[in-house]
Structures are given as structure tokens and as C-alpha cells.
């Protein structure tokens, strides 16, 4: 069994900074790309960052420059250090991992719970 857990939601000023954490618990065999999307009010779902498992990063132009993401394997989590935020960056976050559990022999995306990332102006 798998879970993905979610973590570092929450209210912050126009300008702050915030972190995000995803950790992959239970029985993961292996992990490929992480990423993290976002949904705001009114909005359709967004890819916001990506991860490989080359260490290859991509992200969404409206981020560059002010989100980062990384990765430690070890613990099997990764995470979204959000600096600069605006009001639009308020959504919902979601992490997303492409996983292999260890006795189901097969990949799949998980998703987390989400976490809401609020910023006042």
C-alpha cells in the first residue's frame, strides 16, 4: 500500500515565501518523475514543476525564476520551494508520482491529498 502525504500549506503574504512536502510512504519500490500541480478557484489543473529521475527540471513559465523543485530519494519525497508569492499563485497543490509499488510489478501515478497554499495581498 502507498500513500502519498502532503504537507507546508498555508496562509502567506504577498511576497513571502513557503515550502512544500510530498513523502511517498508505504511499499515503493521505485520512484521516476515527481511533480506538482495546482489548482486555483475557477481554474483548470496545472502542471507547476516537474522533476525526472535524471534530475531534469521543468516548470510552468508563471514560476520560473521564484518556485524550485527537488527531490531526495532517500526519503522518497520531493519539494516545492515557493518564494516571491502573489495572490495568483493561490491554489490548491497537488503532488503527483509516477511510483511502482512493490507487489504490484506495475507503474502508476499517485496523487496526494492536496494542500492549499493561500496568499494575501
Known amino acids: 500500500q502507498v500513500q502519498l502525504v502532503e504537507s507546508g500549506g498555508g496562509l502567506v503574504r504577498a511576497g513571502g515565501s513557503q515550502e512544500l512536502s510530498c513523502v511517498a510512504r508505504?511499499?515503493?519500490?521505485?520512484?521516476?518523475?515527481f511533480a506538482w500541480y495546482r489548482q486555483a478557484p475557477g481554474k483548470q489543473r496545472e502542471l507547476v514543476a516537474s522533476i525526472g529521475s535524471g534530475g531534469t527540471t521543468n516548470y510552468t513559465d508563471s514560476v520560473k525564476g521564484r518556485f524550485t523543485i527537488s527531490r531526495d530519494n532517500a526519503k522518497k519525497s520531493v519539494y516545492l520551494q515557493m518564494n516571491s508569492l502573489n495572490p495568483d499563485d493561490t491554489a490548491i497543490y497537488y503532488c503527483?508520482?509516477?511510483?511502482?509499488?512493490?507487489?504490484?510489478?506495475?507503474?502508476?501515478?499517485?496523487w496526494g491529498q492536496g494542500t492549499q497554499v493561500t496568499v494575501s495581498s
Open positions: 503527483n508520482v509516477d511510483l511502482r509499488d512493490t507487489y504490484l510489478y506495475q507503474w502508476r501515478h499517485y
Open positions: 508505504g511499499s515503493v519500490f521505485g520512484i521516476r518523475t
